[in-house]
């Protein structure tokens, strides 16, 4: 028997009014009707097999965030940015903490709003607090299971840095928890550290900056294409 998936999360009021749309002042209409056509069809075109963006979504992870312990949220900044600029500005930002309950119910929610496509920043390491494959396998109710091509680029990677002689080369079983990815997803490349992954519409990337923001560019510059 299957278990039951719960119901999608309530969000407070003062959330859900983020997200009532309301119309646009005469000024921001022209200003849209002016963008150039490349710009505007991730947010005017029909969704496709590759879940085009209509209503963007953004999540980053880390208690770091939910305890006030930065100063500012880069990823955010980024992806909001980089969404506004390519004419889908986010309906939706959420910080979550390092929790994968958490992650998942707002995932659920999210998925039932039909909000795509859901970026998800952070959680991706090797350590105990790294969520976020567990969050998102338990969102979309998908098992999470060892993805070969992600084993076998972590493990390449390793033994590069072995040959390089450089420290903290073991891939240790803990470093393994890396490819263990919701099933069927996608790898998101990342030249200089662990894949990201893509899965039903969520877009999932490392915490680091100088990973996520190359990473999140191709996608988007995918889904714009």
Not at 162 to 168: D, E, F, M, T
């Amino acid at each position: 028997m299957c278990p039951r998936v719960p119901p999608p999360m309530a969000l407070p009021s003062y959330l859900a009014r983020r997200v009532t749309p309301t119309p646009l002042p005469a000024s921001a209409a022209a200003s849209r009707r002016n963008t150039p056509a490349r710009l505007r069809r991730l947010a005017t075109r029909a969704p496709t097999a590759a879940e085009t963006a209509t209503s963007p979504c953004v999540c980053t992870v880390g208690d770091e965030l939910i305890f006030g312990e930065r100063d500012s949220n880069g990823n955010e900044r980024f992806l909001l940015r980089s969404l506004h600029e390519r004419g889908a500005p986010a309906v939706m930002a959420a910080q979550l903490p390092d929790d994968a309950e958490v992650i998942a119910s707002f995932l659920r929610y999210a998925k039932a709003q039909s909000w795509s496509p859901i970026f998800v920043a952070g959680g991706l390491g090797g350590t105990h607090d790294d969520k976020t494959r567990e969050a998102v396998a338990l969102g979309l109710g998908l098992p999470l299971v060892r993805h070969d091509e992600c084993f076998e680029t972590l493990d390449a990677a390793f033994a590069r840095r072995r040959a390089a002689g450089q420290k903290n080369n073991d891939f240790t079983p803990q470093r393994q928890r890396m490819a263990h990815l919701p099933e069927g997803c996608a790898l998101i490349d990342n030249p200089i550290g662990a894949p990201g992954f893509s899965v039903a519409g969520v877009y999932a990337f490392p915490g680091f900056p100088s990973m996520l923001q190359p990473m999140a560019t191709a996608v988007l510059d995918e889904l714009e294409a």
